[in-house]
């Protein structure tokens, strides 16, 4: 593609948050990004193709919750699309999975099909969610598979304007303004699409939906059975830099666990309000 192209269709996708003053300064930050492909790509840990509201109660009965819930929504700017959100306690959250695709950030679809990505949201490696390029703020740039990086909270990372990639402690502070981890999978996870008996009683309008994962070579998995959401927080283990934490919802467990695993798998992502 064109250099002109990509600046037109860099102007559409990234809206207000690539101010581009003129022609020629566009094709000098798209050569730019030309330029750093390499390196981002080896970031990913993975073979990868050329660059190219109102207040509402919880909805359980199981037991008496005093953490106030308000619903809302959000417009990316980026793209057009709208996200349900939820207040629970002093945190706002996206209540639905990220869902933003552009030529710079490899994300993707389960089993690749489009109807999965507008039900489930895309999954992103470590890299793409930390923004890795640094397209949208530097706070995460430089940060993917099998490498080091100064990383400075609160990571906006792959999330809209106003949004950032949670931490591992902003997933501890949710969990525990729902009555902690070992309930926590219950009242968050969606009321519907849970294999063997795990829907959720979705007690705070969370919704979190099984969409499964990606493996690096496997493709996709675990629809229906797990969630996994991906945090800016890395789990490094006698100086290797191969994991980051994750939030992860099982089929019929009702907790949550915040573990590690593989910056190189594509997970989900929720953002939380600045």
Not at 66 to 89: A, F, N, W
Request: overall charge negative; hydrophobic content about 30%.
């Amino acid at each position: 593609m064109k250099r002109k192209q990509l600046c037109e269709r860099l102007a559409l996708g990234f809206g207000a948050v690539v101010v581009i003053a003129s022609l020629s300064a566009c094709t000098d930050y798209v050569a730019q990004m030309e330029s750093d492909f390499e390196t981002w790509a080896s970031l990913q840990g993975g073979d990868y193709p050329e660059w190219g509201g109102n207040e509402v109660p919880p909805s359980s009965s199981s037991a008496s919750y005093t953490t106030s819930v308000v619903m809302g929504s959000m417009l990316d700017e980026r793209d057009g699309q709208i996200y349900k959100t939820v207040t629970i306690g002093s945190q706002t959250w996206m209540a639905q999975n990220l869902n933003f695709a552009s030529d710079y950030f490899w994300s993707y679809c389960y089993d690749d099909l489009p109807s999965n990505c507008a039900k489930y949201g895309r999954l992103y490696t470590w890299a793409t969610a930390m923004d890795s390029i640094g397209a949208f703020s530097t706070n995460g740039k430089g940060c993917g598979y099998q490498v080091s990086c100064s990383i400075s909270y609160p990571v906006r990372g792959i999330c809209p304007e106003g949004w950032h990639l949670p931490s591992k402690e902003e997933w501890e502070v949710l969990l525990n303004a729902v009555g902690g981890e070992d309930n926590a999978g219950t009242k968050l996870k969606s009321s519907t699409d849970w294999l063997n008996g795990g829907n959720g009683l979705d007690s705070y309008g969370f919704n979190a939906l099984p969409a499964g994962m990606r493996y690096e070579t496997l493709g996709s998995d675990d629809m229906g059975e797990d969630a996994e959401f991906v945090t800016s927080s890395e789990y490094v283990s006698s100086g290797l830099y191969y994991d980051q934490y994750v939030a992860h919802f099982y089929d019929s467990a009702t907790w949550v666990t915040i573990q590690f695993s593989g910056k190189n798998y594509g997970y989900s992502v929720r953002c939380v309000q600045n």
